[in-house]
């Protein structure tokens, strides 16, 4: 099946911690993009690649890293700078990073920091 | 402040009637999307609708867009229990790839 995975469902991590996400997809899918949805909240941009070896500042970048060496893959690293960590995280892809493409979202990591 | 912005924030209605939501935007777009997620899971798309389209379908569906005003609807028809969840509205902010999300509408269909 085709689809976008996301790991672990669940993280919970002490202040000061980095911890990486990990997002993987099979679509062939160029674009690929993380989101933070806070509790009764939309989605706000983290980061996002167009292509390999590439990637973007979204609107909340600080405290957050990424990288995309493999098509397929685009882990997201939350690091001790960001303040406020706890939220749920999306990962999504579409396959071409410009024109009308729905977005295929994976099922998301909910991050605590104890 | 969000390029789409829903309302209302949230809707309670019972099954079989129909449900209406709203997305205001502010910047020119040639396209505007509506998805869905249930409580604690991902996204799901539910429809697309281009900048010289006014009106689409899909099943139960219908979106319109008016670029005039700058706004869309969905509109549900007669909805289920299924159809509880939180419905968003997202609209390309650049020709790269980067796309906006409202803050949702959510929706709570009773038996």
């Known amino acids: 099946d085709g689809g976008i995975t996301q790991s672990p469902k669940y993280l919970f991590r002490k202040e000061g911690q980095n911890v990486t996400l990990s997002c993987e997809q099979n679509l062939n899918h160029d674009a690929m993009y993380w989101y933070r949805q806070d509790p009764g909240q939309g989605l706000r941009l983290i980061y996002y690649s167009q292509i390999v070896n590439d990637f973007q500042k979204g609107d909340i970048a600080e405290g957050y890293s990424v990288s995309r060496e493999k098509k397929e893959s685009f882990p997201l690293t939350v690091t001790s700078a960001q303040k406020n960590p706890t939220a749920f995280y999306l990962c999504?892809?579409?396959?071409?990073?410009?024109?009308?493409?729905?977005?295929?979202f994976g099922p998301g990591t909910r991050l605590t920091v104890l | 402040s969000q390029q789409g912005e829903e309302d209302p924030q949230a809707l309670s209605i019972q099954e079989g009637e129909n449900a209406t939501m709203n997305c205001s935007y502010k910047?020119?777009?040639?396209?505007l999307q509506w998805y869905r997620q249930n409580s604690g899971r991902g996204l799901v798309h539910l429809i697309l609708?281009?900048?010289?389209?006014r009106e689409k379908h899909s099943g139960r569906l219908r979106v319109t867009l008016d670029t005039s005003k700058k706004s869309s609807s969905l509109l549900i028809t007669a909805s289920r229990a299924a159809d509880t969840a939180s419905y968003f509205c997202a609209t390309p902010t650049d020709s790269w790839g980067k796309f906006q999300f409202g803050a949702g509408t959510q929706v709570v269909v009773t038996p």
């Open positions: 910047t020119s777009i040639n396209n």
């Open positions: 609708i281009r900048s010289n389209e």
């Open positions: 999504a892809s579409t396959l071409r990073p410009a024109g009308g493409n729905e977005q295929f």
